[in-house]
Nanobody
Framework: EVQFVESGGGLVQTGGSLRLSCAAS????????IGWFRQAPGKEREGVAC????????VYADSVSGRFTGSRDNAKNTVFLQINSLKPEDTAVYYC???????????????????WGQGTLVTVSS
């Protein structure tokens, strides 16, 4: 069974930082690009970052570029998302998932991803 488990969320003040983790099991982790997504209350799930399988290249949504940094440790089957300069609009549940269509990140589209975790809540207070 494939499992993704996110952790690291919490309550932070505007301008603060968090490091989210995503631990995977049940798949050959190094074969998959891994995406980070978020879903705010009443809004659709949106892709914010992706870390490629093949060369470790990254793609970011415009709304988070320069503040979010993705990385991966294939030896530990784990992907990270460093979030800096947090804003209230970053408040959401953050999810990771595997890209089942390509090894190298392109656009971060929900339909290309599977094996969703339960998410970790990030709340940014103003």
């Amino acid at each position: 069974e494939v499992q993704f488990v996110e952790s690291g969320g919490g309550l932070v003040q505007t301008g603060g930082s968090l490091r989210l983790s995503c631990a995977a099991s049940g798949l050959t982790f190094g074969d998959y690009a891994i995406g980070w997504f978020r879903q705010a209350p009443g809004k659709e799930r949106e892709g914010v970052a992706c870390v490629s399988a093949s060369d470790g290249s990254k793609v970011y949504a415009d709304s988070v570029s320069g503040r979010f940094t993705g990385s991966r440790d294939n030896a530990k089957n784990t992907v990270f998302l460093q979030i800096n300069s947090l804003k209230p609009e970053d408040t959401a549940v953050y999810y990771c998932a595997a890209n089942t269509m390509r090894r190298r990140c392109g656009t971060i589209r929900v339909y290309e991803y599977d094996y969703w975790g339960q998410g970790t809540l990030v709340t940014v207070s103003s």
